[in-house]
């Protein structure tokens, strides 16, 4: 099982570096199922694995000037702000026990896991239905500012409470609000995910145990996914590796439920 889960945290890895999003929505499930952490916990480790490996995925695309800095610090200092308020003051008074459904008990642990689920059916979605989907590198003129920092806020959130990058979000926001093109919004993505995630994971080092010697090992492997995956993206195609990958994220969010529920 060991094994199996530094596979699944290389292929986090790896989507990221191939597509700018997608890797980090299995973080969580693959710290729970295979790695057995509680998942509040678990969304805390999410935070520095995915922040860790977008980090080092974006210093690639920075190189190659293909982030838009004033873009990525626009999105996340509109996030930042909802990612830690997130954390430090709507995670700490959802009660252990919410509500119970007849037989069943809807617990935190058990709420966090099925949001996750639904995120990930909804992220599968709209990799399944964008697999094919080409952008013009030809910019267009007014991109939308303001839409980008309201929506900013929403990724926060969702970082915040989930530990998930939301990259598969922030992509066509960027594309579509800020009108990029799609290298470009890649690599500004990694760079946003990176901000947001790192500092939500400062913001919760006080309070949370880390086994630092496991998490460094599995973001190492993570690490070396979204490397190998950076330098794929040169010569692979994203489009159907982007649908492909979309069809397993919805496999593993129905997965969730069923594990959760039944």
Do not use: C
């Amino acid at each position: 099982m060991l094994i199996l889960g530094y596979l699944a945290a290389m292929l986090i890895g790896i989507s990221l570096g191939l597509i700018g999003g997608g890797g980090s929505i299995l973080t969580v499930p693959v710290l729970v199922y295979i790695f057995h952490l509680e998942p509040t916990n678990a969304t805390t480790y999410s935070l520095f694995i995915v922040g860790l490996t977008s980090l080092i995925g974006a210093i690639g695309y920075l190189k190659r000037k293909q982030i838009n800095l004033p873009v990525a610090l626009l999105y996340a200092s509109s996030s930042i702000f909802t990612v830690l308020a997130t954390r430090r003051l709507l995670l700490p008074f959802i009660p252990d026990h919410i509500f119970s459904i007849g037989a069943v008990n809807i617990t935190k642990s058990m709420l966090t896991m099925l949001l996750f689920a639904l995120l990930m059916i909804l992220a599968s979605v709209s990799m399944i239905r964008n697999g094919h989907a080409t952008v013009s590198d030809e910019k267009v003129v007014k991109p939308d500012y303001f839409r980008t920092a309201l929506y900013g806020v929403a990724i926060g959130f969702i970082t915040g409470l989930l530990g998930a990058g939301g990259g598969f979000l922030i992509i066509p926001a960027l594309i579509m609000l800020m009108k990029m093109p799609m290298k470009e919004a890649v690599g500004t993505s990694l760079l946003i995910i990176a901000l947001n995630s790192l500092l939500g994971f400062a913001g919760d080092v006080a309070f949370v145990h880390i086994e630092w010697t496991f998490l460094i090992a599995i973001s190492a492997v993570a690490a070396i996914g979204i490397v190998l995956g950076t330098r794929m993206s040169k010569r692979i195609a994203g489009a159907q590796l982007k649908k492909g990958f979309g069809w397993f994220v919805l496999m593993m969010g129905i997965y969730i439920f069923a594990a959760e529920l039944l």
